[in-house]
């Protein structure tokens, strides 16, 4: 194997891959190296070791508009086997006392399940959902497609439009204050916050006030992978190797290279040294990779505060109970509402919007809220992810990272805690009583084992609280994606955008990589300054 290459990225996850792949198209000679032995981090399935054919997406499940992103059909994943189903009956609340809570793709028909709740309410997110298109298709798109602008620069130009104005001061507020102020129903509140808020941002954290007007007027919805998530994997790896890269599996980097005051490559765990000759991109987070692969001279003390201070998600860790079963749950409200049988993304155990606290106060203590969960059955829509006739199911809830102060206590107390889970799920489906063939579950200290770039168990790698976000993350200094040495680039969720799988840190990344290089590509967006100025 050649070892001297243009670049070499670190870790194989989606946004590693998908910055290789642009890269590789650029025709740049890139390498990624992979601790596990297989590529996409958390694109993840599973057999059941103990029952072929039964497969289960331990990591991400529900991706939200894989098909519009702009790396989807730039790097021609469908061509490469990546397929998507986006069931209409996107996302359903079940409470306890019977009623559905109903998140339709047609934004028609959520509006009206919002009004069986509360009439104002839907007229409410009527009008957020019509004020904020604009917003999202304009703005809010672009911006998460784009290397950030500085504070400053961003606020002058979105000053000067109305619909910029308009976003800023709907920020301003926080996702709790903004429900609490715009919607009245206890339920609705919840859901909005669920739906919208609960796994991508910190809902007491200002800044963050148009993150559910935003979410209301997307036309992203929850998507799955047919095959399971793994196959998404599968075809970014395709199209990394059609564009000449290579990923090498089972090689930990041990030190980043550098000479001369630039990155010039790593050297891996088994003391192999591979060249880079012009940048290594990091997909990992900062402790990774500014402290446990820089050696210490090379980190100013100013970095190394940053990277110290950096912020993972109290609220991210998240404990999974997964089953085999004979037959899908049939959900008792399915009695009234047919519909539910098609349900993709089904909440439980939530019916006031102030369990937020709650969960919020559970976390900091280490200790188990009453239980809130989702999750879905993937064979209701793709049957080849079990045996002919054949189930999967699986539930998520979010859970403490160190319970009871040590992350290892997970160890004895996670089967006790699967079953106390499946028994929610059994009161609003009697019938898993009888159907289960077999179950397993994950904690949050499994997911950092499996995946130890998320730290915490945080699967977002990295808060967006304490100024984390934008142009400030990581943090200041290092959000364009370049790290403070020549050479060394960030291109992972712990960057612009975040966490999730969105492939923008690493669409972003090789914007700014291919550009210092001098490198033009006809799929580049317009820059954002420009865009923005233009509104
Ligand atoms: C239980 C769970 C459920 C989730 N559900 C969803 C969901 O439904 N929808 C969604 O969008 N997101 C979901 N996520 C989050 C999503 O998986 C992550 O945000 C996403 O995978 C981050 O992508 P990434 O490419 O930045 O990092 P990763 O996917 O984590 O990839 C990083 C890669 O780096 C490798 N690596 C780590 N350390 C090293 C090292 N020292 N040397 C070499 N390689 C290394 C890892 O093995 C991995 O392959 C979930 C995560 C978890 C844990």
């Not at 809570?101 to 007229?123: G, H, K, N, Q, Y």
């Not at 050479?487 to 990589?513: D, E, F, M, R």
């Amino acid at each position: 194997m050649n070892n001297a290459y243009d670049g070499i990225i670190l870790g194989a996850g989606h946004n590693g891959l998908i910055l290789q792949a642009y890269l590789g198209r650029a025709g740049l000679k890139v390498l990624s190296l992979e601790r596990k032995g297989v590529a996409g981090g958390g694109l993840s399935t599973l057999e059941d070791p103990r029952y072929p054919g039964f497969l289960h997406n331990t990591h991400a499940f529900f991706q939200r508009a894989i098909t519009m992103m702009p790396w989807y059909a730039d790097l021609e994943l469908a061509r490469h086997g990546a397929d998507f189903i986006e069931p209409e009956l996107n996302v359903v609340l079940l409470t306890g006392d019977g009623r559905a809570l109903e998140w339709w793709t047609d934004v028609a028909r959520t509006i009206a399940s919002f009004r069986e709740f509360s009439p104002r309410d839907a007229d409410t997110l009527r009008r957020w959902h019509d004020e904020f298109v604009p917003i999202v298709r304009d703005i809010l798109t672009w911006e998460s497609r784009s290397p950030p602008l500085p504070p400053d620069e961003r606020r002058r130009l979105l000053e000067r439009s109305a619909a910029g104005r308009r976003l800023l001061a709907v920020s301003e507020l926080s996702p709790l204050e903004f429900v609490h102020q715009e919607f009245e129903h206890p339920t609705v509140q919840a859901g909005l916050l669920f739906f919208n808020g609960l796994r991508e941002v910190d809902l007491r954290a200002g800044g963050f006030g148009h993150h559910i007007a935003a979410l209301l007027a997307s036309p992203a919805k929850a998507q799955m992978s047919r095959g399971g998530t793994a196959a998404l994997a599968r075809a970014l790896e395709e199209t990394v190797r059609a564009s000449g890269g290579e990923i090498r599996l089972f090689t930990e980097p041990k030190r980043i290279m550098v000479e001369h005051g630039r990155a010039v490559g790593v050297e891996t765990g088994a003391g192999e040294v591979i060249r880079a000759r012009r940048f290594v991109a990091s997909s990992l987070n900062p402790h990774q990779t500014f402290l446990d692969l820089l050696d210490p001279s090379l980190v100013p003390r100013e970095v190394r505060d940053r990277v110290e201070s950096f912020e993972y998600n109290l609220l991210a860790p998240l404990f999974a109970l997964n089953l085999n079963l004979r037959e899908p749950p049939i959900y008792t409200a399915a009695a009234e509402r047919p519909e539910l049988a098609q349900a993709f993304m089904v909440i439980m155990g939530l019916d006031h919007v102030d369990q937020f606290h709650d969960i919020i106060r559970h976390h900091a203590a280490g200790t188990i809220p009453p239980t809130v969960m989702w999750g879905a059955c993937p064979t209701l829509f793709d049957p080849t992810q079990a045996p002919a006739g054949r189930h999967t199911a699986f539930m998520w809830e979010k859970l403490p990272h160190r319970l009871y102060g040590d992350a290892a206590n997970w160890d004895g107390a996670r089967d006790a805690h699967g079953r106390e889970m499946l028994a929610v799920w059994e009161r609003h489906a009697p019938n898993l009583a009888d159907a289960v063939i077999d179950s397993f579950t994950r904690s949050p200290l499994d997911t950092e084992r499996s995946l130890p770039n998320m730290r915490e168990g945080d699967l977002l790698v990295g808060a967006f609280t304490g100024g984390q976000v934008g142009y400030h993350r990581p943090f200041p200094g290092a959000g364009t994606y370049r790290a403070h040495l020549p050479g060394l680039y960030l291109c992972g969720s712990s960057s612009h955008p975040g966490g999730n799988i969105t492939g923008l840190p690493g669409y972003n990344a090789a914007q700014v990589i291919l550009a210092d290089l001098g490198i033009e590509a006809d799929w580049m967006p317009q820059p954002i300054a420009a865009r923005l100025a233009a509104l």
